[in-house]
Nanobody
Framework: VQLVESGGGVVQPGGSLRLSCVAS????????ISWVRQAPGKGPEFISSISRAGKPKYYSPSVRGRFTVSRDKANNTLYLQMNELTSERTARYLCGRGYGVGIDRRGQGTQITVSS
């Protein structure tokens, strides 16, 4: 099982980024897939998930309305479109196989820094 995130970087406040997560080694279409973020000095925060059918299943209150999760089953890829970024969004973003406490595999993550 492998999950590899990309798309992170430095962005100015108010900017946008799209993260990708390429999955391999398991039946991607058979699992809910999620995004988790970990900010410096804080625990992991479950922020979004998408169902096996490709429908958004969960957004945390902190990202709802600003982030959009999607998946491309043909390419085993998960996406997270992030808009209106603020400094509070600075964190490492990881994708995980599963939903909520059921996440059983995670990638290494990609770092996002929101700074002017």
């Amino acid at each position: 099982v492998q999950l590899v995130e990309s798309g992170g970087g430095v962005v100015q406040p108010g900017g946008s980024l799209r993260l990708s997560c390429v999955a391999s080694g398991f039946a991607f279409s058979a699992y809910d897939i999620s995004w988790v973020r970990q900010a410096p000095g804080k625990g992991p925060e479950f922020i979004s998930s998408i169902s096996r059918a490709g429908k958004p299943k969960y957004y945390s209150p902190s990202v709802r309305g600003r982030f959009t999760v999607s998946r491309d089953k043909a390419n085993n890829t998960l996406y997270l479109q992030m808009n209106e970024l603020t400094s509070e969004r600075t964190a490492r973003y990881l994708c995980g196989r599963g939903y909520g406490v059921g996440i059983d595999r995670r990638g290494q993550g990609t770092q996002i820094t929101v700074s002017s």
